[in-house]
């Protein structure tokens, strides 16, 4: 019972990242920056969202080069990610409406 729950729970968060405009690993990286706050690591992007290295990190270079994520340099190669301005507003946008 509860995998199915689960799985109809992935098809619903499915069907309204295709209505974004955005790929699943998208809307994860979105909304775990969101929950976790500006300035996050990959590396917790990769914790917090059960994604693998390489899924977030080609999904965040995809995101930066639509002007949705920018970085600054953390401690020792670790590079903080942050929402853009226009990251922020189409969150807010979407978000809400779930």
Not at 4 to 22: A, D, P, Q, R, S
Not at 25 to 36: K, N, P, T
Not at 51 to 56: C, G, P, R
Request: with cysteine; aromatic share 12%.
């Amino acid at each position: 019972m509860f995998n199915h729950i689960y799985k109809e729970f992935n098809e619903i968060y499915h069907e309204v990242t295709l209505k974004m405009g955005l790929s699943d690993s998208a809307f994860d990286i979105l909304y775990s920056i969101v929950d976790l706050g500006d300035g996050c690591s990959q590396s917790d992007i990769c914790k917090y969202s059960c994604l693998s290295k390489q899924t977030v990190n080609s999904s965040i270079k995809k995101m930066a080069s639509l002007n949705y994520l920018t970085f600054k340099p953390g401690k020792g190669r670790v590079m903080q990610i942050f929402l853009t301005d226009r990251a922020g507003s189409f969150c807010i946008k979407k978000f809400i409406l779930l």
